[in-house]
């Protein structure tokens, strides 16, 4: 295991960002992150997680229970040990190994081997930041933060089917920026689809933004 030093590391900057919501890490004091969403406490064993009252933060905290809960029998995730519903606060296993820049083939690999159990338990992401991903000294790679994911109810649903694409998009990218030797034709054929969807979206949004401040 390593040290809390080593862990404090996995978080560089100033700024944990998620797409539109970043959260700015206020203190970052021995083993312990606070952002203006969230409180992480890492002990040797134990990582407690306190979800700050902010936008959405009750269906975050149950979002990231829900889907530990679901991943009880997937390898290489935390484990939840206790939660407490009315301080939003979480108590999972902590995973050893700290954030890592770059991705080997045996790393993707065995990230593509829990995204895999993930997906079979109903869990799937919305995003997959390199920060989110483990790795200690022996090679063992782990997978953390659950909080921004979908839950499958059904597996017709369309809200399900566009997660699952999401995940497996987020996946082929890390897979396509890290060993893009490894993308399979049909791997790369979606990642290309998606990425033309995206720039898509993007001019979309830039549009809108600029028609909205010419109203003002
Ligand atoms: N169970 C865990 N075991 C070890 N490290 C963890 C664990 N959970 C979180 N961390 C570390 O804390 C960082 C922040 O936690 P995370 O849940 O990702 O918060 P945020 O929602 O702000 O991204 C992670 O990137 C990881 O380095
Ligand atoms: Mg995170």
């Known amino acids: 295991m390593l040290s809390g030093q080593g862990c404090a590391d996995n978080v560089s900057g100033s700024m944990v960002g998620h797409s539109n919501e970043e959260a700015v890490i206020k203190e970052v004091i021995g083993n312990i992150y606070e952002t203006n969403k969230m409180l992480l406490e890492i002990g040797d064993e134990v990582v407690t997680k306190l979800f700050k009252p902010s936008s ?3 269906s975050r905290y149950r979002q990231e229970k829900e889907a530990l809960l ?7 995730v935390p484990r939840l040990i206790k939660s407490e519903d009315q301080k939003t606060t979480l108590f999972m296993s902590r995973l050893p190994g700290r954030s890592v820049t770059e991705l080997s083939e045996t790393n993707l690999s065995d990230l593509t081997n829990i995204v895999t159990q993930m ?5 799937a992401r919305h995003s997959m930041p390199v920060r989110d991903i483990l790795v200690d000294e022996q090679g063992l790679l ?3 933060d659950f909080e921004r994911s ?18 497996q998009y987020h996946l082929s990218r890390l897979i396509s ?4 030797q490894l993308l399979s034709s049909q791997q ?3 990642l290309d689809n998606t990425n033309k969807v995206r720039a898509f979206l993007r001019i979309f949004k830039r549009m809108r933004t600029s028609y909205r401040q010419s109203r003002k």
């Open 56 to 58: 959405g933060y009750k």
């Open 70 to 76: 679901r991943m009880e029998q997937v390898d290489n």
């Open 119 to 123: 997906l079979a338990a109903g869990v």
């Open 142 to 144: 782990s997978l953390v």
């Open 150 to 167: 979908t839950l499958r109810y059904q597996t017709w649903r369309p809200d399900w089917i566009i997660a699952k694409k999401v995940t």
């Open 177 to 180: 920026q890290h060993q893009p």
């Open 188 to 190: 790369q054929r979606q």
